[in-house]
């Protein structure tokens, strides 16, 4: 009988979230590039979803994962031993935030954070109402799902978290839901999901004014914004905001999977009050993945990878001129290809992949691919990756127009 091919046993034996997932045989990705089992290329434009911003297998990251193994490994549940790589990637955090964000509780996926976050706004404000932006996308487990406002993806669920209420994102007017009993506005400074869609006429400020007027926390989501994505090192410090809590995680770990939930320590501590171990976790802040966190934080820090940033957004923008481009929305190098048509978009994405290129959909927006290439990317293979990104987009045009 013949074996079965990897990628037989991968649709039979390792779980599935799609019909059609991409199943690229992946041998290895080093930088800005992930090859699969055929030796061939391909340019990464996506980073595994803003995760690899500083690339595949950045050096310092490796050999800081490197280091800790011949250390320690778990030793204890979270927030009970004193582990040093927990400790200095917090005080790096602290001293590049505001002076109110000053503690960090890890937590393992950005999905955890926002349950996190829903519970300890709850349990500051004595509050149950948690107001979430239409169109945004926090996270899969029941908390987090229940922020999701369509239906389509979360009415199988049901039923989900009580006490949740929608505003549009952008919407000023929506400001007067949030009330005397809200908890928590639970908000992402650019909404990823949507579309990438930045703020507009100082939304995010009159949304802090408005949480502030109500008394409830606001609580910015950052897993996607962080780690220089936009610009800066955080979205709110680009659309000059504080919030009460922020949560972060994908880029956070320079590949290795790890969040946090960000807030003034007497905030944060209240999980360990009134019950006490409010909220725990086994391997959350593991200290290997707390080393990779901290090299990853480091390195943006010493680099002139975030000021680069602006720059190659500019090269991305002015080079993407395609008749069925409609327009590109972008805040840094997070950015969304809106097409003229919803026809051309699986052409598109289909044949970058063809031609070496990676991108990637959004959740809630079926005319736009995704952009969220490493920030690391050298002028030179931007060039080469967005000269074969217009050839796809050319040929989807071509192929396709009167179909
Ligand atoms: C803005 C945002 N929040 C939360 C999450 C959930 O993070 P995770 O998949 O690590 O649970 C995601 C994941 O895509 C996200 O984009």
């Not at 063809?354 to 293979?381: C, H, K, M, T």
Request: net charge neutral; aromatic share 8%.
């Amino acid at each position: 009988m013949q074996a079965l091919s990897k990628r037989d046993l991968f649709l039979s034996h390792v779980g599935q979230t799609s019909t059609f997932p991409l199943a690229l045989e992946v041998s290895k990705a080093e930088g800005v590039f992930i090859y699969d089992t055929q030796g061939k290329k391909y340019f990464d434009l996506n980073s595994g979803i803003s995760v690899s911003s500083l690339g595949h297998r950045h050096p310092a990251v490796t050999s800081a994962i490197k280091d800790q193994l011949d250390k320690y490994l778990h030793t204890m549940v979270y927030g009970e031993h004193i582990q040093s790589p927990q400790i200095k990637f917090a005080q790096l955090l602290k001293d590049n935030l505001d002076e109110s964000l000053d503690c960090v509780y890890y937590l393992n996926s950005g999905s955890e954070v926002i349950e996190a976050a829903m519970k300890l706004a709850k349990r500051a404000t004595g509050r149950r109402e948690i107001i979430a932006c239409r169109h945004a996308y926090h996270g899969s487990t029941q908390g987090a799902e229940s922020l999701r406002s369509d239906l389509e993806y979360s009415g199988a669920f049901l039923p989900l978290i009580p006490g949740v209420k929608f505003i549009e994102y952008n919407n000023e007017e929506d400001l007067k839901k949030i009330g005397s009993r809200t908890a928590a506005v639970i908000a992402e400074p650019v909404q990823a999901e949507a579309g990438v869609i930045p703020p507009q006429n100082d939304y995010l400020k009159k949304l802090r004014a408005r949480c502030h007027e109500m008394n409830a926390l606001l609580v910015l989501d950052e897993i996607q914004t962080g780690f220089g994505r936009t610009g800066q090192l955080f979205a709110h410090q680009k659309y000059e905001v504080i919030p009460d809590l922020m949560c972060i995680g994908k880029a956070m770990g320079g590949g290795m999977p790890i969040g946090g939930l960000v807030g003034h320590h007497e905030l944060i501590n209240l999980f360990a009050k009134k019950p006490d171990l409010g909220h725990i976790t086994t391997f959350g802040g593991h200290p290997v993945v707390c080393a990779a966190a901290y090299a990853t934080l480091q390195t943006l820090l010493a680099s002139d990878i975030i000021s680069g940033v602006s720059t190659k957004e500019k090269i991305i923008k002015s080079k993407l001129q395609h008749p069925i481009i409609k327009e590109v929305r972008s805040s840094g190098l997070m950015m969304a290809v809106e097409l003229t048509k919803r026809k051309y978009l699986k052409h598109v994405v289909n044949k970058a992949m063809d031609n070496g290129v990676i991108v990637d959909y959004f959740l809630f927006n079926n005319r736009s691919f995704r952009l969220a290439p490493p920030l690391i990317y050298q002028e030179d293979e931007l060039h080469e990756a967005l000269d074969r990104l217009l050839e796809a987009i050319d040929y989807a045009h071509k192929k396709y127009e009167k179909k």
